[in-house]
């Protein structure tokens, strides 16, 4: 069974900081691209951060351009998004996916393995 597991969400103060992880099992992902999403209360999902799937290249959406960086570990089949300087609107649940091309693309609809979500909550 493949699996997307995502980890270290939490409520945090305006200002801090948190990194979440996204561990795969069940497959390899080391020649896909991967992405993060985020989806706040009554909104829909939104692109964060993907990267390509040797790190050559990454993309960030861009209310979370130079506050958040996108990095992966192929040897452990693991991503990371490190999040700084939080604001309250970061406030959402955040997903990881798999996507179906090996470059890290923006579009929802290029990425066909999910995680659960981790809750991310910034407190102002």
């Known amino acids: 069974q493949v699996q997307l597991v995502e980890s270290g969400g939490g409520l945090v103060q305006a200002g801090a900081s948190l990194r979440l992880a996204c561990a795969a099992s069940g497959r390899t992902f080391t020649t896909n691209g991967m992405g993060w999403f985020r989806q706040a209360p009554g909104k829909g999902r939104e692109f964060v951060a993907a990267?390509?799937?040797?790190?050559?290249?990454?993309n960030y959406g861009d209310s979370v351009k130079g506050r958040f960086t996108i990095s992966r570990d192929n040897a452990k089949n693991t991503v990371y998004l490190q999040m700084n300087t939080l604001k309250p609107e970061d406030t959402a649940v955040y997903y990881c996916?798999?996507?179906?091309?090996?470059?890290?693309?923006?579009?929802?609809?290029?990425?066909?393995?999910w995680g659960q979500g981790t809750q991310v909550t910034v407190s102002s």
């Open positions: 990267i390509s799937w040797n790190s050559g290249s990454t």
């Open positions: 996916a798999a996507d179906k091309t090996a470059w890290g693309l923006t579009a929802l609809s290029s990425y066909d393995y």
